[in-house]
């Protein structure tokens, strides 16, 4: 995840997959039309400890180098939850 700031005080969080999507980012601001500039990054999975915490919430981390792993990661892009409470529609 990526912190972007502009001149014009607008701030957004973008989401990517690598650095080189990253750098590669041509976004402009829709306040001043100004190019996209980086100010901070950080690791999406620290969010999602960092939400997980707040919630007094158990976070696990599953090696892709067990079976189950690489099982999560094909089928979720590595990212899964079991919640605790039930979501009804």
């Known amino acids: 995840m990526t912190l972007c700031f502009y001149s014009c005080g ?9 650095q080189s999507e990253a750098d590669s980012l041509e976004e402009r601001c829709p306040n001043c ?9 950080e690791l999406l999975v620290d969010d999602f400890v960092e939400l997980a915490e707040e919630m007094n919430t158990t ?14 990661y094909r089928a979720f892009g590595g990212i899964g939850a079991i919640l ?3 979501v009804g529609h």
Do not use: A, C
């Open 10 to 18: 607008y701030e957004t969080k973008i989401t990517v997959k690598n």
């Open 33 to 41: 039309n100004e190019l996209i500039k980086e100010e901070d990054s």
């Open 59 to 72: 976070v696990e981390f599953i090696s892709t180098e067990t079976e189950e792993g690489m099982q999560l």
């Open 84 to 86: 605790r409470y039930y």
